[in-house]
């Protein structure tokens, strides 16, 4: 070793330092595979774009290369980005532009392409020298407002130039045109959908922030691939928009066609999405030429500019099912797209559901829509300030006009106009650079109305800066401008897939009770448990009685049906009766909190099946006990969340009793705890939101309360059933219509032997009557054993009701076939009415036998009904 390189070896001692090779390796390749991760292979969740698309499209900005200028060539865009903003190579810049121009690989193109771009079957694109290029109109919403500072900007390669770190994107990109890309030990597929359903999943959860995916898939049914096809089955889209990751088997779309008597031909119309069309025609004629699919006679693709169209010709008396099967298994007729929703939040990598998908859109446009309104704002108040001095000097124009011939210089007369006016610096020189024409009224007048729109304008801009929900409604309006001007038609059908996994398949459908304990205990158990029998029998034990809990509510449902549960506290739930766990007839069931999200002391009062999706029409009626009434449209319910809704507003006293489902020209019966009802028209109660208190149904008496609601659509009698057992039907023509608000009549005569009355149904004479006690007992007997009495009676007795126990809950049931009768008892003296004469079922009472009430009577029970509901009476 020379004397200079000791010399140097001995300068550099004490600058090297011992690494080990091991930990600067893994150094080295994080560092490598963050920055291909970041700037090169994930896109952003706010946009969808990767580094490379969001280059050419600013590049193609500054070129104004919009769609109302000409195209221009490929290569000067290329040319452009690389030298400015993308220092790769050029096939990398021009592959990723072709990708944005091909309307078969993504949904809504953001280039227009002009030339040779490539094609379905696999052919390249024609050189960049070649092709021309501009943007498209729905690109230009991509971009709109880059000028008013809505996105921050950082500096290119060589820190000469400012490039956005996102565009300001009007519409989810992400979602709209989807994206795929491979990185370091990661990629993304995130699949195309279509425009109008993003955007209006997009909309519902900017009015409902809380919503969930499976809120959003109301909206976004599923992919929307640009070639069409078939998805099969939902599982795979469920997965993907719920976890991130979902499998969706997709197919091609295909028809047949008779070629003569004995012959058929299989015609492919779309692929699924990302198959080479030359190479599945290719795979398909080398199945046949190795003899492994059968029954092909020719293979030709007949595609055009009408579209896609290959048509397989079948030999004579081949079955066409069995070939397309067998093409569907060996081919990419049918074909899996793995879904994978890998996108960068805030830089970083991560798996996105739908709604985080949706929410981190619905941040990133608040902030665009924020930045955008502060840079107007500042704008506008701008303008406002030079319009304030051009005014005041139009106002004194005598006395400025001498200020400045009195003046030297520029700068002499500007201090003078601040110093004698008060202007500021903008404000002089704005005067000093006003024209001799603004002297004219007619400018004058023109500057006022200008600065009094610009004061509106101000007014209105900070209103969007101070109330997030109108900043909201501003991006909902935009949103649903793009919808109407760029969205079409959903290319890709979503069809049920034999096997596809749904919960209702597995479930066997049939009638079930559902019953609900007074501590809120549910359970389920078919409906066949409880055998008929005759009135005045025992009954059978539904459940059995612990800690003084007891069966409070019963309900007759479907196994299948989907029910929207109501609670006492005015809220909405919704669930699937199978999801109810089934339980022996004497046991205690699910604690209801377990299956839906309950406050605690919260009580479910009222359940209903849901209707299919014609929901138009159809309202909720909802009583409370302290007589109030409310009207609502079903549609308010459709979307309903985990957490429930708000059904009706409650005070602090009051609890909902019950809710119907009506078409709007329905009469309501409502039955109070001391024997009183009223009948009345529905349409007397107008149409209110959810969040509504409701109006006055009836004017009850000092410790009365309402207990049941019914529909005269239910049936023609009226069944009043006592605490105690006693029962009886009464025809509904005596419940004559009154006018709601008023204190109804008397529905029956309650004595201390009947007790108080526990409920009040309608029906039309053929169902079964299910009576509940406060010990868990249940009797089933049937309507047309109940005799029919007038209003102003009492009753017999139907069930034998035990010392210190009540019937607490009354429901009707489909009739089943009863077992052998139960020999009749002897009526008692309870049976029997005033006249000691016992009360047979069979026949029909006579009006004195009745007790029905005279002239007197009706006259006195006509003085205590109110005429006319109180315009004012809402609550």
């Given at each position: 070793?020379?004397?200079?390189?000791?010399?140097?070896?001995?300068?550099?001692?004490?600058?090297?330092?011992?690494?080990?090779?091991?930990?600067?390796?893994?150094?080295?390749?994080?560092?490598?595979?963050?920055?291909?991760?970041?700037?090169?292979?994930?896109?952003?969740?706010?946009?969808?774009?990767?580094?490379?698309?969001?280059?050419?499209l600013?590049?193609?900005?500054?070129?104004?290369?919009?769609?109302?200028?000409?195209?221009?060539?490929?290569?000067r865009?290329?040319?452009?980005?690389?030298?400015?903003?993308?220092?790769?190579?050029?096939?990398?810049?021009?592959?990723?532009?072709?990708?944005?121009a091909?309307?078969?690989?993504?949904?809504?193109?953001?280039?227009?392409?002009?030339?040779?771009?490539g094609?379905?079957?696999?052919?390249?694109?024609?050189?960049?020298?070649?092709?021309?290029?501009?943007?498209?109109?729905?690109?230009?919403?991509?971009?709109?407002?880059?000028?008013?500072?809505?996105?921050?900007?950082?500096?290119?390669?060589?820190?000469?130039?400012?490039?956005?770190?996102?565009?300001?994107?009007?519409?989810?990109?992400?979602?709209?045109?989807?994206?795929?890309?491979?990185?370091?030990?990661?990629?993304?597929?995130?699949?195309?959908?279509?425009?109008?359903?993003?955007?209006?999943?997009?909309?519902?959860?900017?009015?409902h922030?809380?919503?969930?995916?499976?809120?959003?898939?109301?909206?976004?049914?599923?992919?929307d691939?640009?070639?069409?096809?078939?998805?099969?089955?939902?599982?795979?889209?469920?997965?993907?928009?719920?976890?991130?990751?979902?499998?969706?088997?997709?197919?091609?779309?295909?028809?047949?066609?008779?070629?003569?008597?004995?012959?058929?031909?299989?015609?492919v119309?779309?692929?699924?999405?990302?198959?080479?069309?030359?190479?599945?025609?290719?795979?398909?004629?080398?199945?046949?030429?190795?003899?492994?699919?059968?029954?092909?006679?020719?293979?030709?693709?007949?595609?055009?500019?009408?579209g896609?169209?290959?048509?397989?010709?079948?030999?004579?008396?081949?079955?066409?099912?069995?070939v397309?099967?067998?093409?569907?298994?060996?081919?990419?007729?049918?074909?899996?797209?793995?879904?994978?929703?890998?996108?960068?939040?805030?830089?970083?990598?991560?798996?996105?559901?739908?709604?985080?998908a949706?929410?981190?859109?619905?941040?990133?446009?608040?902030?665009?829509?924020?930045?955008?309104?502060?840079?107007?704002?500042?704008?506008?108040?701008?303008?406002?300030?030079?319009?304030?001095?051009?005014?005041?000097?139009?106002?004194?124009?005598?006395?400025?006009?001498s200020?400045?011939?009195?003046?030297?210089?520029?700068?002499?007369?500007?201090?003078a106009?601040?110093?004698?006016?008060?202007?500021?610096?903008?404000?002089?020189?704005?005067?000093?650079?006003?024209?001799?024409?603004?002297?004219?009224g007619?400018?004058?007048?023109?500057?006022?109305?200008?600065?009094?729109?610009?004061?509106?304008?101000?007014a209105?801009?900070?209103?969007?800066?101070?109330?997030?929900?109108?900043?909201?409604?501003?991006?909902?309006?935009?949103?649903?401008?793009i919808?109407?001007?760029?969205?079409?038609?959903?290319?890709?059908?979503?069809?049920?897939?034999?096997?596809?996994?749904?919960?209702?398949?597995?479930?066997?459908?049939?009638?079930?009770?559902?019953?609900?304990?007074?501590?809120?205990?549910?359970?389920?158990?078919?409906?066949?448990?409880?055998?008929?029998?005759?009135?005045?029998?025992?009954?059978?034990?539904?459940?059995?009685?612990?800690?003084?809990?007891?069966?409070?509510?019963?309900?007759?449902?479907?196994t299948?049906?989907?029910?929207?549960?109501?609670?006492?506290?005015?809220?909405?739930?919704?669930?699937?009766?199978y999801?109810?766990?089934?339980?022996?007839?004497?046991?205690?069931?699910t604690?209801?909190?377990?299956l839906?999200?309950?406050?605690?002391?919260?009580k479910?009062?009222?359940?209903?099946p849901?209707?299919?999706?014609?929901?138009?029409?159809?309202?909720?009626?909802?009583?409370?006990?302290?007589?109030?009434?409310?009207?609502?449209?079903?549609?308010?319910?459709?979307?309903?969340?985990?957490?429930?809704?708000?059904?009706?507003?409650?005070?602090?006293?009051?609890?909902?009793?019950?809710?119907?489902?009506?078409?709007?020209?329905s009469?309501?019966?409502?039955?109070?705890?001391?024997?009183?009802?009223?009948?009345?028209?529905?349409?007397?109660?107008?149409?209110?939101?959810?969040?509504?208190?409701g109006?006055?149904?009836?004017?009850?008496?000092?410790?009365?309360?309402?207990?049941?609601?019914?529909?005269?659509?239910?049936?023609?009698?009226?069944?009043?059933?006592?605490e105690?057992?006693?029962?009886?039907?009464?025809?509904?023509?005596?419940?004559?219509?009154?006018?709601?608000?008023?204190?109804?009549?008397?529905?029956?005569?309650?004595?201390?032997?009947?007790?108080?009355l526990?409920?009040?149904?309608?029906?039309?004479?053929?169902?079964?009557?299910?009576?509940?006690?406060?010990?868990?007992?249940?009797?089933r007997t049937?309507?047309?054993?109940?005799?029919?009495?007038?209003?102003?009676?009492m009753?017999?007795r139907?069930?034998?009701?035990?010392?210190?126990?009540?019937?607490?809950?009354?429901?009707?049931?489909?009739?089943?076939?009863?077992?052998?009768?139960?020999?009749?008892?002897?009526?008692?003296?309870?049976?029997?009415?005033?006249?000691?004469?016992?009360?047979i079922?069979?026949?029909?009472p006579?009006?004195?036998?009745?007790?029905?009430?005279?002239a007197?009577?009706?006259?006195?029970?006509?003085?205590?009904?109110?005429?006319?509901?109180?315009?004012?009476?809402?609550?």
């Amino acid at each position: 070793m020379s004397d200079k390189e000791n010399l140097n070896l001995e300068n550099n001692v004490g600058r090297l330092e011992p690494v080990d090779v091991e930990d600067e390796l893994k150094k080295s390749f994080i560092s490598y595979a963050m920055a291909v991760i970041v700037t090169r292979a994930l896109p952003d969740v706010r946009d969808g774009l990767k580094p490379v698309h969001r280059r050419i499209l600013y590049s193609m900005v500054e070129l104004g290369n919009t769609p109302d200028k000409p195209y221009r060539k490929s290569a000067r865009i290329v040319g452009d980005c690389l030298g400015k903003y993308h220092p790769h190579g050029d096939s990398s810049v021009y592959d990723a532009m072709v990708r944005l121009a091909q309307d078969f690989t993504i949904r809504c193109p953001l280039v227009d392409g002009q030339g040779n771009f490539g094609s379905v079957d696999g052919d390249g694109a024609a050189a960049m020298r070649y092709t021309e290029a501009r943007l498209t109109k729905l690109a230009m919403e991509m971009v709109a407002d880059l000028d008013k500072e809505t996105v921050d900007f950082y500096p290119n390669f060589d820190e000469t130039l400012m490039q956005p770190a996102v565009m300001p994107s009007r519409f989810p990109n992400l979602l709209v045109n989807g994206s795929s890309g491979i990185a370091v030990g990661m990629a993304t597929n995130i699949p195309p959908h279509n425009l109008g359903e993003v955007i209006d999943g997009t909309v519902y959860m900017l009015d409902h922030p809380e919503a969930t995916s499976e809120d959003l898939m109301q909206f976004v049914k599923g992919p929307d691939f640009p070639t069409g096809g078939i998805i099969l089955g939902k599982r795979g889209i469920y997965d993907a928009y719920n976890t991130g990751r979902g499998r969706i088997l997709t197919r091609a779309r295909t028809e047949f066609e008779e070629i003569s008597s004995n012959r058929q031909r299989i015609v492919v119309r779309e692929i699924p999405y990302m198959v080479n069309k030359a190479r599945l025609i290719e795979k398909m004629a080398q199945l046949v030429h190795e003899k492994r699919l059968d029954g092909i006679s020719d293979i030709r693709d007949e595609s055009d500019r009408e579209g896609m169209r290959i048509a397989i010709d079948l030999k004579r008396d081949a079955n066409p099912n069995v070939v397309l099967n067998t093409l569907y298994k060996h081919t990419q007729l049918q074909e899996a797209f793995s879904v994978n929703m890998l996108a960068l939040v805030n830089g970083e990598p991560k798996i996105l559901s739908l709604r985080q998908a949706v929410h981190h859109y619905i941040e990133h446009q608040i902030d665009v829509v924020t930045r955008r309104t502060k840079y107007d704002l500042n704008k506008a108040e701008a303008r406002a300030h030079i319009l304030e001095g051009l005014l005041i000097a139009l106002d004194r124009i005598d006395e400025v006009i001498s200020i400045i011939r009195a003046s030297q210089t520029d700068q002499i007369a500007k201090d003078a106009l601040m110093s004698r006016f008060g202007l500021s610096d903008r404000q002089a020189q704005a005067i000093l650079d006003m024209r001799l024409r603004r002297l004219t009224g007619l400018e004058r007048d023109k500057l006022q109305a200008e600065y009094e729109e610009l004061q509106k304008t101000i007014a209105y801009l900070r209103s969007l800066l101070t109330d997030e929900h109108l900043l909201r409604g501003v991006i909902k309006q935009e949103l649903l401008e793009i919808k109407r001007k760029y969205a079409d038609p959903r290319r890709t059908e979503i069809s049920a897939m034999e096997g596809d996994i749904d919960m209702l398949d597995l479930v066997k459908e049939e009638d079930t009770v559902i019953t609900l304990t007074h501590r809120g205990y549910v359970k389920r158990l078919p409906k066949t448990t409880y055998r008929a029998q005759r009135r005045g029998g025992k009954g059978i034990m539904g459940a059995q009685a612990r800690d003084e809990d007891f069966v409070e509510q019963l309900y007759v449902t479907s196994t299948h049906d989907v029910l929207m549960f109501f609670t006492d506290r005015g809220r909405a739930y919704q669930m699937n009766c199978y999801m109810i766990p089934e339980a022996g007839r004497g046991a205690r069931g699910t604690a209801i909190i377990n299956l839906m999200q309950l406050d605690p002391g919260e009580k479910v009062t009222a359940m209903l099946p849901v209707p299919g999706e014609k929901t138009e029409g159809l309202y909720l009626v909802m009583a409370t006990r302290r007589g109030v009434i409310k009207r609502v449209e079903l549609t308010e319910f459709v979307n309903m969340r985990k957490t429930g809704l708000i059904a009706v507003n409650l005070r602090e006293d009051d609890a909902l009793i019950g809710v119907k489902l009506t078409r709007g020209d329905s009469e309501i019966v409502l039955g109070t705890r001391q024997g009183m009802a009223i009948r009345f028209r529905e349409s007397d109660v107008r149409a209110m939101g959810r969040q509504a208190t409701g109006v006055r149904a009836l004017d009850l008496r000092e410790g009365d309360e309402l207990i049941e609601m019914s529909t005269t659509d239910e049936g023609e009698y009226v069944l009043s059933i006592t605490e105690n057992g006693f029962g009886k039907r009464t025809e509904l023509s005596e419940y004559r219509l009154q006018s709601r608000g008023g204190k109804g009549i008397k529905a029956l005569n309650l004595s201390e032997k009947s007790g108080q009355l526990a409920g009040q149904l309608l029906a039309h004479g053929g169902e079964d009557l299910l009576l509940i006690t406060d010990d868990g007992t249940i009797i089933r007997t049937s309507v047309n054993e109940i005799p029919v009495h007038g209003r102003a009676t009492m009753g017999v007795r139907l069930m034998r009701v035990a010392q210190h126990t009540r019937v607490v809950s009354v429901t009707l049931a489909e009739p089943d076939e009863p077992d052998e009768p139960d020999e009749p008892d002897e009526p008692d003296a309870e049976d029997r009415d005033a006249a000691g004469e016992a009360r047979i079922p069979a026949q029909e009472p006579s009006a004195a036998a009745d007790g029905q009430p005279d002239a007197l009577d009706r006259l006195l029970e006509d003085l205590e009904e109110n005429p006319e509901p109180d315009p004012e009476d809402e609550i």
